[in-house]
């Protein structure tokens, strides 16, 4: 049977389009049942206050960044959203005194306007927003320099490279967007040789870091937790880490406070990884086929999907 049409952007693939059954059993998940959903290579936690998830997300960090040595390079890649973390980060860091020198670290992704990404000058770029809420704040006795930051370029050329220069990624973190993506792999446009499926799993994990159109919902999610609401200051593009990077990560740390995908959504991705559903137009359920992934709950936030009038 032909695949259905999005319902909230029909030139585009999203999870409106998969299977009506897997959307009746994601909404029936209880945090409970989705504790359950644990299995080897997948793993679920719950934590009871938003201190409690930002600091263990926070500790990622040190983690990673206690490992590397000259000889050795180890390093993170964290995301813009959330960013509760960043400040913590550089807070312990600086009462640790932690020398965090032969630490890396890589940039998710950024907006890219007319076919270059923005400067750090732009309001919503996602490298002003890692050095001024950690780098920066951390004593420079401690932080790496420059030459360990990797921010990903339109010309992509550059990052790439430092993914396959003998640095360990030790985790890469993430949050989930509305339209179930981590970094900005978002699903793809309906046309051409996808116009009747979507890409299959083999195709999508040859994707690496590149320069995307981003999806409808993406573009309303980050005018609405970042930009005030303002749709059009959002850019239509981005450069995003892909899942040929994500690949070379020794774990994948998925964030879910509550603040950027829905109760239905932080269930659907949960479900797919943990039974191995792939479906492209479900981005994130690619993730149930890396070897190491971790997906964090604050419990309060993953509300509820009964029907309620507002």
């Not at 640790?96 to 950024?110: A, C, K, N, T, Y």
């Not at 001024?132 to 951390?138: A, F, G, S, V, W």
């Not at 981003?214 to 850019?235: C, D, F, M």
Request: net charge neutral.
């Amino acid at each position: 049977m032909p695949r259905k049409i999005s319902s909230i952007a029909p030139e585009w693939w999203d999870y409106t389009t998969i299977d009506d059954e897997l959307v009746r059993d994601a909404a029936a998940l209880t945090p409970q049942s989705m504790a359950r959903l644990s299995r080897p290579g997948f793993r679920v936690v719950f934590y009871d206050t938003l201190e409690d998830f930002y600091l263990a997300e926070a500790l990622e960090y040190l983690e990673a960044w206690k490992q590397s040595t000259a000889d050795n390079p180890v390093g993170i890649c964290g995301p813009i959203g959330p960013t509760e973390q960043l400040p913590l980060v550089a807070r312990m860091v600086n009462a640790l005194q932690m020398d965090v020198r032969e630490g890396h670290f890589w940039g998710m992704d950024e907006w890219v306007v007319d076919g270059r990404e923005v400067p750090p000058t732009h309001p919503l770029s996602f490298e002003k927003a890692d050095r001024e809420l950690c780098i920066e704040r951390i004593n420079p006795r401690f932080r790496m320099g420059n030459a360990q930051l990797h921010f990903p370029k339109a010309d992509t050329k550059a990052y790439r490279a430092t993914w396959n220069a003998g640095i360990r990624c030790a985790v890469m973190q993430g949050g989930q967007g509305d339209v179930k993506h981590w970094a900005f792999n978002d699903p793809v446009r309906r046309r051409g040789s996808y116009k009747n499926a979507p890409p299959t799993a083999d195709e999508f994990l040859k994707l690496s870091t590149r320069v995307v159109d981003l999806h409808p919902l993406t573009i309303a999610q980050n005018a609405r937790t970042s930009g005030g609401g303002n749709i059009a200051l959002v850019p239509t593009q981005a450069v995003s880490v892909g899942p040929v990077e994500t690949w070379k990560a020794d774990k994948v740390s998925i964030w879910h406070a509550g603040n950027h995908d829905n109760p239905f959504g932080q269930r659907l991705t949960c479900l797919m990884v943990a039974k191995k559903l792939v479906d492209t137009s479900v981005p994130m359920s690619l993730l149930g086929l890396h070897p190491n992934v971790q997906f964090n709950y604050f419990r309060p936030g993953v509300g509820t999907c009964q029907v309620k009038m507002r």
